[in-house]
T-cell receptor
Framework: DAKTTQPPSMDCAEGRAANLPCNHS???????VYWYRQIHSQGPQYIIH???NNETNEMASLIITEDRKSSTLILPHATLRDTAVYYC???????????FGAGTQVVVTP | EAGVVQSPRYKIIEKKQPVAFWCNPI?????LYWYRQNLGQGPELLIR????????DSQLPKDRFSAERLKGVDSTLKIQPAELGDSAVYLC????????????????FGEGSRLTVL
């Protein structure tokens, strides 16, 4: 599976949009982009995933560039409960191995 | 609906002692995973089961780690003997299985079992 690169940390003000970048320049045509988050002392939680098109659900939006070499997870209105480590993962199909990197520690401040 | 249940939540043992972790996946989920998460790092896959068959155990340290999933439902991960470097959080996850219409491939994680080896 392709490797991803994320910033180690970022801060966001409560109520503002949080834009989390992820680089995956070696992604293959059959690899999906998945995002999970992990709140302190909990297991990781699925957020969203996509292949080529932008995706949106009740938690977030996923913007994938046309060349698919990078993507951005958008939390539209960050709350204090969104403070967590966010993992960007590329994965072959829905049953491919899910390999986590170090992720981005997001801290939402009042 | 109950989520993935793991026990114990915390375990402290001395090195060279054995330890076991138990996981009960979401009902109907055929695929079960064990991950290990060291402090400050992302989870690392140890083993994946499809029903009762271990289909990927390439990352499992087989000299001291063992796992089983009898009857394809709940699972046990054992370490014997434990070493200082085994201190970590052991996470269990489950998913409905491979393929299938509408299968997003989402993994559902338990809260983990935190192991401290002294």
């Amino acid at each position: 599976d392709a490797k991803t690169t994320q910033p180690p940390s970022m801060d966001c003000a409560e109520g503002r949009a949080a834009n989390l970048p992820c680089n995956h320049s070696t992604i293959s045509g059959n690899e999906y982009v998945y995002w999970y988050r992990q709140i302190h002392s909990q297991g990781p939680q699925y957020i969203i995933h996509g292949l080529k098109n932008n995706e949106t659900n009740e938690m977030a939006s996923l913007i994938i560039t046309e060349d698919r070499k990078s993507s951005t997870l958008i939390l539209p209105h960050a709350t204090l409960r969104d403070t967590a480590v966010y993992y960007c993962i590329v994965r072959v199909d829905s049953w491919g191995k899910l390999q986590f990197g170090a992720g981005t520690q997001v801290v939402v401040t009042p | 609906e109950a989520g993935v249940v793991q026990s114990p939540r915390y375990k402290i043992i001395e090195k060279k002692q054995p330890v076991a972790f138990w996981c009960n996946p979401i009902s109907g989920h055929n695929t079960l995973y064990w991950y290990r998460q060291n402090l400050g790092q992302g989870p690392e896959l140890l083993i994946r089961y499809e029903n009762e068959e271990a289909v990927d155990d390439s990352q499992l340290p087989k000299d001291r780690f063992s796992a089983e999933r009898l009857k394809g439902v709940d699972s046990t991960l054992k370490i014997q003997p434990a070493e200082l470097g085994d201190s970590a959080v052991y996470l269990c996850a489950s998913s409905p299985g491979t393929g299938g219409r509408g299968n997003t491939g989402e993994l559902f994680f338990g809260e983990g079992s935190r192991l401290t080896v002294l």
